[in-house]
């Protein structure tokens, strides 16, 4: 079985983690924490790239919502209706 050991920063004790990759018959998974997992992949490799595309598409997504807070949230102090086109 795999040692756990803490990732950087972490203090204590190391917490329980799941595994984040698993076959199903020939084909390769991926589990996330917020919605279904992601697959199939034909390989592990193939499975661990589709990850990190997947969080990097995560975190521009969060990027972005983070920016039009900010924006929104200096326009409202400017006294202006904001209204903002959600088509694109």
Do not use: C
């Not at 193939?46 to 200096?74: H, I, P, W």
């Amino acid at each position: 079985m795999d040692q756990l050991h803490s990732r950087y920063g972490e203090q204590g004790s190391v917490p329980i983690r799941s595994v984040r990759f698993y076959p199903v018959e020939s084909e390769w998974w991926f589990a996330i924490r917020r919605g279904p997992d992601q697959g199939p992949y034909p390989t592990r490799a193939s499975a661990r790239k589709g990850l990190v595309e997947f969080l990097n598409d995560q975190f521009a997504f969060e990027n972005r919502l983070q920016q039009d807070r900010e924006v929104s949230t200096r326009q409202n102090k400017s006294g202006r209706q904001i209204f903002k086109d959600l088509s694109g």
